[in-house]
């Protein structure tokens, strides 16, 4: 027979009842030992141990024991004695007249023990109903073959409630369908707990992205299985590490000579959990550590398509539209169409069907990017419209946010205005969100760098500045202070001075979409000198947006990231003003100057981040509903904003009593090594290796239904024995 072998201290007293003793002995290869165990009529059996010497080492072995002897005890108490009461009672019969008793000799032997009770006597069948009765007592009792593992005193069950805990190919014990590797662990749990229970204390901690104590230490049976109902799954990733450093605390050497025996850690985990090159370093000292895996095996094929990035951002060259992007990893080792919703507040808005394709890193994955143009504001879904092994990866939110409206300085001359000014500041004013201030030419000279960083886009009007902020700006019939650049009036011998038109204009240029320029005539046009690039250090661009025909008339000038529009002809010197066109121009070029091109245009989080509202003013609580549902107070000032901590479940969230912009909140999971579902044979856990399926596996192996088994058969014996006794 084999037996498992464990390091006990000196001071330890192993369980005798249940496990046998053995004495050992050096074969003098310094590699192995011999034991003998002692059982007992004194046979001998051998054990090869590799690399572990011990001068007092415990060997225990597999033994019987039942997980409910109570159920067992009660059914015998009833049913021995019913069927023996059975073969002591004797029949009632009928009288009947009869002319002779010659051919009625057993019946007249039979009637010999006519009284209300006779003595048992020597019976096949009783002999093989009791044997009968005893198997199926025994098998209500749950008999089940015992860990090698010595019992403890103390139990840690830690569970994993991470997000890949929800993958669906659980075992599904007594049911058909499989069920979540998080109700497997609660079931493996339960089972220990029904084996442990009153003869140890059990505490029961979860895990995800933190660790929670749902039971503390106590022997109470039905306090630790209600524990196991209240765990609630979570769609985080899964931090063994802080589980365990956590638990340093219960297995920490005091120092003390009278110290408790450290816990015995019980995981209950899909093993698919983060973790260095050096595994999990946390320190457990002398506690012993035992895995149980749940879950398919790692052999098994998975089955699931995850999300893993989703974000949107503005282009660059047009920030008016937004660029929305999709990354898809998957399991499968084959290529698998995907197919994918895209929708905007809850309105389809598109369905394609994209190709996962394998890896090197292996598995697969897919990534694409989607245009949404005219769209500024509003919730912006994603989802994979397949059903697989975990649904919290399948779906996808954020956020838009509308373009923040821009602060602009208008810079006029000191002089007296003209006619058409107030013209250009009712158009600037009438484009959305926008805040505009005026400034006089001397005044803006004034000002501070500070004071100009409050702006988003500086317009000057007829004047050229001395400094030049590092800000977008608009130019009318002026030039600005960079070198090489310059805006003047054509001499007078020239034809190009004249009254002209526009010839030519990018209509494909995001400033001058949608703008007709055909009706409109410039009486006094500009020269525009067009500089000439002489920095080594960074690159001007200039783009010419519409000319006359012969000189440029609007040019787009570019460096380091700032945008500038040069205009050469004064607002007043045109009959744009009057044009509808003018509106149009005005508001693409604000939105293409102030507008923050390449950056985030989504709002999201994950549920490994915090978040913070803003509470509307008065409002005395914030509620949150969704996903899971919760209320926090508000200080009687209102002021600052709220904390709701991370939200663990995957959802969009609606927050009563927030500003607008706070109302609606997505949380998207978006983590590639939970969308993979691994499952592992073995853990790196300080130092040690655990391995899953071990004889050391803390919960018991049920053999009940050999026992069945066995009395089937016996039932088959003796209804032929019975057979035979009645043939006559």
Not at 398 to 406: E, M, N, Q, T
Not at 519 to 541: A, M, Q, W, Y
Request: aromatic share 6%; proline share 8%; glycine share 6%.
């Amino acid at each position: 027979m084999v037996a498992r072998w464990q390091q006990q201290p000196h001071n330890h007293t192993p369980v005798l009842s249940r496990h046998k003793r053995c004495s050992c002995q050096d074969d003098g290869s310094g590699q192995h030992r011999r034991y003998r165990l002692n059982s007992p009529i004194d046979r001998p059996a051998t054990v090869d141990i590799s690399g572990h010497h011990a001068d007092n080492a415990d060997v225990y072995a597999p033994a019987l024991t039942f997980l409910t002897p109570l159920a067992a005890v009660i059914g015998a108490t009833i049913a021995v004695p019913v069927l023996l009461l059975f073969y002591f009672l004797k029949l009632r019969r009928r009288p009947v007249r009869v002319s002779s008793t010659m051919l009625w000799e057993q019946a007249v032997q039979d009637l010999q023990v006519n009284a209300p009770f006779r003595m048992l006597r020597l019976s096949w069948l009783l002999f093989l109903q009791l044997l009968l009765l005893a198997l199926l007592l025994l098998a209500a009792g749950r008999p089940a073959i015992e860990s090698g593992n010595p019992p403890a005193s103390r139990y840690l069950i830690l569970i994993d409630r991470s997000a890949s805990m929800q993958a669906r190919d659980g075992d599904p014990g007594e049911g058909n369908e499989p069920v979540t590797r998080l109700e497997e662990a609660r079931r493996r749990a339960a089972e220990l707990i029904d084996r442990v229970a009153g003869d140890a204390e059990v505490q029961v901690l979860t895990f995800a992205a933190t660790t929670r104590t749902v039971q503390s230490f106590t022997r109470t049976r039905s306090l630790l299985l209600r524990s196991l109902e209240s765990i609630e799954p979570t769609d985080q990733p899964a931090d063994l590490e802080g589980a365990l450093r956590v638990l340093e605390a219960f297995v920490a050497d005091t120092g003390e000579e009278e110290r408790p025996e450290p816990p015995r850690i019980v995981l209950i985990s899909d093993g698919n959990i983060r973790s260095g090159p050096a595994g999990v370093t946390a320190a457990l000292g002398a506690a012993e550590f035992t895995w149980l895996r749940v879950g398919a095996p790692p052999e098994s094929p998975r089955d699931n398509l995850g999300i893993v990035a989703f974000n949107a951002r503005r282009d660059y060259e047009d920030p008016a539209l937004v660029r929305v992007f999709a990354r898809i990893t998957g399991t499968q080792v084959e290529a698998v169409d995907v197919p994918v919703t895209l929708s905007l507040d809850g309105v389809v808005t598109a369905r394609h069907v994209l190709r996962a394709v394998p890896v090197e890193t292996g598995g697969l994955e897919v990534a694409r990017t989607f245009d949404l143009d005219g769209v500024t504001t509003g919730t912006l879904a994603i989802r994979i419209d397949r059903e697989d092994l975990l649904a919290a990866d399948n779906v996808a939110a954020l956020r838009l946010r509308p373009p923040a409206g821009p602060r602009i300085l208008l810079v006029r001359p000191d002089d007296a205005p003209t006619v058409v000014d107030p013209v250009l500041l009712a158009a600037i004013e009438t484009l959305e969100g926008v805040r505009v201030e005026e400034a006089a030419e001397s005044r803006f000279e004034l000002m501070t760098g500070t004071e100009l960083s409050l702006f988003d886009l500086l317009v000057f009007d007829r004047v050229r500045p001395e400094r030049l902020p590092r800000l977008p700006t608009i130019s009318f019939g002026a030039t600005l202070p960079i070198p090489g650049l310059g805006v003047e009036p054509y001499p007078e011998s020239d034809a190009s001075g004249r009254p002209t038109t526009f010839a030519y204009w990018q209509r494909s240029h995001p400033v001058m979409r949608y703008v007709g320029l055909s009706p409109v005539v410039v009486f006094r046009p500009l020269r525009i000198v067009l500089p000439v690039d002489e920095n080594e250090g960074s690159t001007l661009c200039v783009t010419p947006l519409a000319t006359g025909p012969t000189d440029p008339l609007i040019v787009l000038l570019e460096r380091d990231g700032v945008r500038r529009i040069v205009i050469g002809f004064e607002f007043e010197a045109t009959s744009w003003w009057r044009d509808p066109s003018f509106p149009v121009f005005l508001a693409q070029a604000v939105s293409y100057l102030t507008l923050a091109g390449d950056d985030s245009a989504g709002r999201a989080w994950t549920t490994m981040t915090p978040i913070s509202v803003s509470p509307q003013p008065g409002v005395s609580s914030l509620s949150l509903s969704g996903p899971m549902e919760q209320t926090w107070g508000v200080s009687a000032d209102g002021a600052g904003r709220v904390t709701l901590g991370v939200l663990p479940r995957v959802g969009v969230y609606e927050v009563t009593g927030a500003i607008p912009d706070d109302r609606l909140l997505c949380v998207n999971m978006l983590d590639e090594v939970e969308s993979r579902v691994n499952s592992v044979e073995s853990l790196e856990v300080a130092g040690r290796e655990a391995t899953a399926g071990t004889a050391g596996s803390a919960a018991p192996r049920e053999i009940w239904h050999w026992f069945v088994a066995a009395a089937l058969g016996l039932l088959v014996l003796e209804w032929c024995v019975f057979a035979l006794r009645m043939r006559v």
